[in-house]
């Protein structure tokens, strides 16, 4: 389980990394005319087309060493994973297998595809929303965990 430090938790610093994802990705589509959904760009680099690599190191070292950079200027916030690694391995191939069928993840299809209108994000958003209430309601409420 994943554990949310609700006392460092203030609707600005959540609005404010709301909207520097939605800046990045309108930049991104604009500048590159390319959605930026993780699932593809990551997908993209393990089979890779020529001319096709460098923007997605450069995009994925950006998303890696966003966080460096934070930790110069402030403190990140403290995060508690209770689960084993078994569940996590488990829990990254569910999501790997879940985007491959869905043709992307959420960032894709609910940042990107839901700004554009997107019939098919919609759906998709909606049923990855819809599999996690029903995981959460499952795994607590039935089984206990």
Aim: with cysteine.
């Amino acid at each position: 389980m994943i554990d949310i430090a609700w006392s460092n938790f203030t609707p600005w610093s959540a609005l404010a990394g709301g909207v520097l994802v939605g800046l990045a990705a309108a930049s991104f589509l604009l500048l590159n005319g390319r959605i930026a959904g993780i699932s593809g760009i990551l997908g993209g680099l393990l089979t890779p087309a020529a001319g096709d690599t460098g923007w997605r190191i450069a995009f994925l070292a950006g998303l890696i060493g966003s966080p460096a950079l934070w930790m110069l200027v402030a403190q990140l916030p403290p995060i508690e994973i209770e689960a084993g690694y078994p569940s996590l391995i488990i829990a990254g191939l569910l999501v790997g297998i879940g985007t491959r069928y869905g043709s992307g993840c959420t960032s894709g299809h609910g940042v990107c595809g839901l700004s554009r209108f997107s019939p098919r994000s919609l759906v998709a958003t909606l049923s990855f929303m819809f599999a996690g209430f029903v995981t959460v309601f499952v795994i607590r409420h039935l089984l206990g965990v």
